[in-house]
């Protein structure tokens, strides 16, 4: 599977693929999930039928839904990652796009490397917060992000972590390179996690 897709347009890569993942749950058209990624209608096309070739998703004239496979895996992923949104942050922002995961028992060592793959994949920038005792820390910097910015703890606060979680926001020019990014990340993420 991972060699048949590094035939694929440079455009997506397989981080989409679990972005997908969630958009597609409840199902949506190609348009919704064109607009959502911030991909071309031929990428779209080709990430879908890739998808479908692999038994990830199924489509109808009514768009593309998950498959049973395809939601066992997202359930396997929501275990570490339940929370992927667009955010609107001042301090905390590291692109003109933000999108924030919230990370559950995943363990991170190294922030730099994170923040490094993120601009070698088009990413503008990453930062990682840890949620401990009702605060939202960033590593380095301040033990407790209220005292810095009320604004981005409350907007980090309305993500819903829970004690110990990680707190990943990416960053890019588009929605399409932060999104891009931050699959790939998380997929990266995931997979040191096995």
Not at 22 to 31: D, I, K, Q, T, V
Not at 110 to 121: G, N, P, Q, T, Y
Request: glycine fraction near 10%; proline fraction near 2%; hydrophobic fraction near 40%.
């Amino acid at each position: 599977m991972a060699r048949e897709f590094e035939k694929h347009p440079k455009d997506f890569n397989i981080g989409h693929i679990l972005l997908i993942l969630f958009y597609a749950e409840e199902g949506l058209s190609r348009s919704r999930l064109k607009e959502l990624l911030g991909l071309g209608e031929g990428s779209v096309k080709s990430i879908v039928k890739y998808m479908k070739k692999h038994g990830l998703l199924s489509t109808s004239k009514a768009g593309s839904r998950l498959t049973k496979k395809g939601s066992s895996i997202l359930r396997k992923i929501m275990v570490f990652v339940p929370r992927i949104c667009k955010v609107s942050l001042e301090y905390l922002s590291v692109g003109k796009i933000n999108y924030a995961a919230i990370l559950r028992g995943v363990k991170i060592s190294e922030i730099l490397r994170i923040r490094d793959m993120v601009i070698r994949l088009g990413g503008t920038g990453a930062i990682l917060l840890f949620y401990k005792r009702g605060r939202v820390e960033i590593p380095y910097v301040t033990e407790d992000l209220k005292s810095v910015s009320s604004s981005d703890y409350s907007k980090i606060c309305e993500l819903n972590p829970q004690e110990e979680d990680s707190i990943i926001i990416v960053g890019g020019e588009d929605k399409s390179s932060a999104l891009k990014a931050l699959g790939s990340v998380l997929l990266g993420l995931l997979m040191q996690q096995a």
